[in-house]
């Protein structure tokens, strides 16, 4: 009888045993429906629904160009502004987003989390995914801006955004799995990382051009800068859209040794996701406990 048992139970997993982020391609389907689930209900009972994918980044975009680029006069000191400042807010919005929702995504569902059993890392990993799905809209808008304004696609430019949709995607997984690990026990987590994206915008050439930091910053400072991963990332989006919009007009010099910095910041960013990945294993035993 005994042995009938342990022949019968090899099969099966022990509950609550989890391989981290390789069980998320076995619950795939559960990834699925966390996915169309975040999109379904995130615009829930609103007049405009999608349309608000439109008009935040939209209301966002005129706030800035009007401040800095009509007010301070930058529109006048770097070309084609408008599709400059746009392809290097869509990175930030999708980092933000991204990031803000994986930290929450634990606490915000602390009932499925503390009832039944299934991989955490699917709250985070989908969160990022729906970030992802609400990011399109904008680079649609953005693809359609560029191209108004002379935008011709080459291998450069697609490989560039590629790297630079990787870069930061990779870095807000990494990022969401450490803070929202934490996030379960403190919830200062979610408040530091409010604190954190009001510098990222600032602390990447987004607002202003390179020329700006490299005037401004001696040399290691200028090092130090580029090795924050969203610093290429935003560069990798400007060489996609707004670099092949100006055809042959003076271009203000970008940061050197960008490719090396990128593939830094590739490096740092599977860096962080796996501390990221790690942290969230240790402390996923606490989550029903501390929610």
């Known amino acids: 009888m005994t042995s009938?048992?342990?022949?019968?139970?090899?099969?099966?997993?022990?509950?609550?045993?989890?391989?981290?982020?390789?069980?998320?391609?076995?619950?795939?389907?559960l990834l699925r429906l966390l996915v169309r689930k975040g999109i379904q209900?995130?615009?829930?009972?609103?007049?405009?629904?999608?349309?608000?994918s439109y008009v935040k980044p939209a209301a966002q975009f005129f706030v800035y160009f009007f401040a800095l680029g009509v007010f301070l006069g930058l529109n006048k000191g770097v070309p084609n502004f408008p599709?400059?400042?746009?392809?290097?807010?869509?990175?930030?919005?999708?980092?933000?987003?991204?990031?803000?929702?994986?930290?929450?995504?634990?606490?915000?569902n602390g009932p499925l989390v503390q009832k039944i059993y299934l991989p955490r890392e699917l709250f985070p990993l989908a969160a990022v995914f729906v970030a992802f799905v609400h990011f399109l809209p904008q680079v649609a808008v953005l693809f359609i801006g560029a191209l108004v304004t002379g935008w011709v696609p080459s291998l450069v430019a697609v490989l560039a955004f590629v790297l630079g949709v990787?870069?930061?995607?990779?870095?807000?997984?990494?990022?969401?799995?450490?803070?929202?690990?934490?996030n379960t026990s403190f919830r200062d987590a979610q408040?530091?990382?409010?604190?954190?994206?009001?510098?990222?915008?600032?602390?990447?050439?987004?607002?202003y051009h390179w020329q700006s930091v490299s005037s401004?910053?001696?040399?290691?400072?200028?090092?130090?800068?580029l090795l924050n991963p969203l610093t290429p990332a935003v560069e990798l989006m400007h060489?996609?859209?707004?670099?092949?919009?100006?055809h042959g007009q003076q271009q203000p010099g970008g940061p050197p040794n960008l490719l090396l910095f990128s593939l830094i910041a590739l490096l740092t960013s599977i860096v962080l996701l796996i501390v990221g990945q790690l942290t969230f294993r240790r402390l996923e035993g606490r989550f029903a406990q501390d929610l």
């Open 4 to 29: 009938t048992y342990h022949a019968g139970a090899q099969g099966f997993v022990s509950p609550g045993h989890s391989r981290g982020l390789i069980d998320v391609v076995r619950y795939r389907y």
């Open 41 to 52: 209900t995130r615009y829930h009972g609103s007049v405009l629904g999608w349309t608000w």
């Open 83 to 108: 599709v400059y400042l746009f392809s290097g807010m869509v990175v930030i919005n999708l980092f933000g987003e991204a990031f803000t929702n994986a930290t929450r995504s634990i606490v915000d």
């Open 166 to 182: 990787i870069i930061v995607t990779v870095l807000s997984t990494g990022l969401g799995l450490l803070f929202g690990a934490v």
């Open 191 to 207: 408040n530091l990382v409010e604190l954190f994206l009001l510098f990222a915008t600032w602390a990447s050439p987004v607002l």
């Open 216 to 225: 401004a910053l001696p040399r290691w400072a200028q090092t130090v800068y």
């Open 239 to 246: 060489i996609a859209f707004w670099s092949p919009t100006l």
